[in-house]
């Protein structure tokens, strides 16, 4: 039997939001080798997927990276 649990590996605690530190980050991660360009390919693939597990699974993995 195959059992998935949702855990982070690191908690987060933002104490300080920083906005202008935000928007840079998130420019580092587009373009279509960055890191949403995958997330959205995981996503998009949950659909056809026939297992609904590994749907769960392509989510989370779709949702992390983004």
């Known amino acids: 039997m195959w059992q998935y649990e949702k855990r982070l590996q ?5 104490k300080n939001p920083n906005p202008a530190l935000a928007k840079f980050i998130i420019s580092q991660y ?9 997330s959205l390919r995981y996503l998009s693939q949950r659909y056809s997927m026939p297992y609904r597990e590994v ?8 949702i992390s990276c983004s």
């Open 10 to 14: 690191f908690p987060v605690n933002i």
């Open 30 to 38: 587009g373009g279509p080798d960055g890191e949403i360009g995958a």
């Open 55 to 62: 749907a769960g699974v392509l989510t989370d993995v779709g």
